[in-house]
């Protein structure tokens, strides 16, 4: 917006200027066309004057100001006074003057001038009554004049202008860069507010001024961000009490569905007491989900630094006895013995790696590898599982970080469709980025990327 309003400004001075100093100069070429034109016809008559004469002592006058203007005055006479002097060329200009009494300009160009002003006037016989200018044509008087100093002077009422213009332009994109912060500094000051909105930060605000309209969109924006958090913060707490208050009584459900089967002989009745638990666990799964997300959107802990090597190496003994009841082989790979620190907040990477590994196991078939690779790359981090599973369609994978979104692994769909959604959240929260894409034996490949701290930890 500042470079429309500079544009917008230069634009308005440059229109200034053509309207006013554009014509002034026009005015000032003509006033120096018609002033050399007027001074050289003088000259031209006052010649034909003393041409017109023909007594000695005008002839004599007329040569001394001939030989003022070099290779310029060119004389004709029929008869009387003839003058040692250039005679012109015959052409249309010299027949008009001494046929048909008629002085001519020519300009030797239509456009302003050419390289010389050519003016032809007739001479006349001084009348006997000793009035001159009376008589009958005599000759004809050319003066050939040299345009080079009007052209200087042409280029110097151009050029000055010219150059004024310039200077007067840049002023103006000066003044106009500054008139434009000072007028744009109240639309960036909301610009960094919804900026931080969309940041996660419902608590900016913007300061109520600038014009009658910045104020009242500033006001506009205030209220509705007060709103928003209000809103979100109401969301918030309701899913966390919620999650919180579900959590217990369905682990009581779970213990006395346990309780249950253990105590029921019947085979049909044990299968729906299973599938009762199956459920029970996948909403527990679920309601710890949402309260996951619920802590992660509140962002109520700052990153720090942390241990790679001593999280992934914790997590990994966790997931390593449920893979190996399936015959799956957790593997690292990648260089993290220097221990690199990484910005996380406590709790967040050690929930990442807890779902990505769960929905890796999940997907594996028996038998089958978990690569987990860790490399320092510049400034970040990059921490990839790898699994042998089915993988994902593109389809798939632009739906994979969607809430309540399950894919279809080997187990069947037991997930809650929260646990991409919840990597997602905890890694944006912290700087981070992740990804998904196909690895070379037709799994999947889900690379975090987390901020490096700078500094390594000691061994």
Not at 34 to 41: A, G, Q
Not at 361 to 382: H, M, N, W, Y
Request: aromatic share 4%; with cysteine.
């Amino acid at each position: 917006m500042n470079r429309q309003l500079i544009r917008s400004y230069i634009l308005l001075v440059a229109v200034a200027i053509l309207l006013f100093t554009v014509p002034v100069a026009f005015t000032l070429t003509d006033q120096l066309r018609e002033d050399t034109r007027l001074s050289v016809r003088r000259e031209a008559d006052t010649m034909a004057l003393l041409l017109g004469n023909g007594d000695d002592r005008s002839c004599e006058a007329l040569e001394a100001m001939a030989k003022a203007y070099p290779e310029q005055v060119q004389v004709t006479a029929t008869d009387g006074c003839v003058p040692d002097l250039r005679e012109p060329t015959a052409d249309a200009a010299l027949t008009r003057a001494v046929e048909d009494d008629e002085p001519t300009t020519d300009w030797g160009a239509d456009f302003i001038w050419g390289k010389h002003l050519v003016i032809t006037v007739p001479a006349h016989e001084r009348a006997a009554d000793g009035e001159s200018g009376k008589g009958p044509v005599v000759g004809a008087v050319r003066i050939v004049y040299s345009t080079n100093d009007m052209t200087t002077r042409f280029w110097g009422i151009w050029g000055f202008r010219a150059g004024l213009a310039v200077l007067v332009l840049a002023t103006a994109a000066a003044i106009g860069a500054v008139a434009a912060r000072r007028i744009t500094r109240p639309l960036r000051e909301l610009n960094t507010m919804a900026s931080k909105f969309s940041d996660g930060d419902l608590t900016a605000r913007s300061e109520v001024t600038g014009p009658t309209e910045t104020q009242t969109l500033a006001r506009t924006l205030n209220q509705a961000g007060e709103r928003l958090d209000t809103l979100i913060a109401s969301q918030r707490i309701f899913v966390a009490d919620a999650s919180h208050q579900l959590r217990t009584p369905l682990t009581a459900l779970r213990l006395s569905l346990d309780n249950i089967a253990d105590g029921v002989d019947d085979e049909f009745v044990r299968e729906d007491v299973e599938q009762a638990t199956a459920e029970v666990v996948r909403m527990s799964r679920l309601v710890n989900g949402l309260l996951v997300l619920a802590r992660a959107e509140a962002k109520v802990t700052a990153a720090e630094p942390l241990s790679l090597r001593d999280i992934v190496h914790d997590r990994l003994a966790v997931w390593r006895p449920a893979a190996d009841e399936r015959g799956v082989t957790i593997a690292l790979r990648g260089s993290i013995d220097g221990r690199p620190l990484v910005l996380a907040s406590p709790g967040h990477l050690d929930q990442v790696l807890d779902n990505v590994l769960s929905n890796a196991l999940e997907v594996s078939p028996d038998g089958g590898t978990i690569t987990v690779r860790a490399q320092a790359q510049g400034d970040e981090v990059a921490l990839s599982v790898l699994d042998e599973g089915p993988g994902m369609s593109d389809a798939e994978k632009s739906r994979a970080f969607d809430r309540f979104w399950r894919g279809q692994g080997l187990t069947g769909r037991s997930g809650s469709g929260l646990g991409l959604a919840v990597v997602k959240q905890l890694v944006t929260d912290d700087g981070g980025t992740v990804s998904l894409r196909d690895t070379p034996g037709g799994g999947l490949c889900v690379e975090i990327r987390l901020r490096a701290a700078g500094q390594r930890a000691g061994g």
